[in-house]
């Protein structure tokens, strides 16, 4: 079904039933229900975020799929780095958007977190897509779309040519904070799922649950804000939620227990007892 037909559906539903929440269907009693283990800028509690050695990591450690901040440096290569500024992981100074592609390569991304991890680099987004794809799941954060005029024709351009923008390939999903951004990757990736990332309450009313059901696939806020008449309720309009950012077993087993789909988090073995 169309998200713009689940919406339409909603709507007239909820004309009938209120809450949605009364609707959901109750997850099996004495079963953990089986999550996507996402890798929060890699395994960051073990490595440096968003570095090769941190996505390493998170295959060795069975993830389901590594999330990465993708932004675009001066001379227009895109760039995993999550501040907008190289400051607080790198040996370096000054905004991402402002620096060439070789000032930034030059950097060192690993020393800040332990000197093992000395020389590690600021990777670029296909060195990312030719290195994941096939292994793991890749979560493709925007990150502050609105700073990089046409970043979202350049994301979908490295995909469309490696053949990522079809779900039976690889395993893409593309989110952001920027709203406005993902209804525009929708339209130029129609079969690569979208995803919305809040912090805001504002965010969890129906209403707006509903507008975002039009383009978006996943509804991915903070686990601050997570309820489980939330999680019911975008799971009634067609959409997957995936919350962020586990930092201990009590998150990871907080959001079991919501029935979230995806657990975005800095250590892959809260999710995964295998590990």
Known sequence: MSKQLLLEAGVALSLVFNPFSQLAEEPTTGQRKQVENVAHRGATGYAPE????????????????????????NDGELVVIHDTTV???????GQVGELTFEQLRSLDAGSWYGEKFAGEHIPTFEEILDRYRGKIGI???????????GIEEQVADALLERNLDKPQ?????????????????????PRVPIGVLTSNRADTTLDALQEFST??????PSYGIV??????????????????????????????EMGVDAIITDC??????RN
């Open 50 to 73: 968003n570095t090769i050695a941190a996505f390493d990591l998170a295959v060795e450690m069975k993830a389901d799929y590594i999330e990465i901040d993708v932004q675009r440096s």
């Open 87 to 93: 400051d607080r992981t790198t040996d370096g100074t």
């Open 139 to 149: 979560l493709v954060e925007l990150k502050a779309p609105e700073l990089y005029p």
């Open 169 to 189: 390939n690889e395993k893409i999903i593309i989110q952001s904070f920027n709203f406005t951004s993902m209804k525009m990757m929708d339209q130029l990736l």
């Open 215 to 220: 383009y978006a696939d996943w509804f991915n």
């Open 227 to 256: 309820t489980e008449e939330l999680v019911n309720d975008g799971h009634y309009l067609g959409m997957k939620i995936g919350s962020w950012t586990v930092r201990s077993q009590e998150a990871a087993d907080f959001l079991f």
């Open 268 to 273: 892959p073995d809260y999710v995964d007892p």
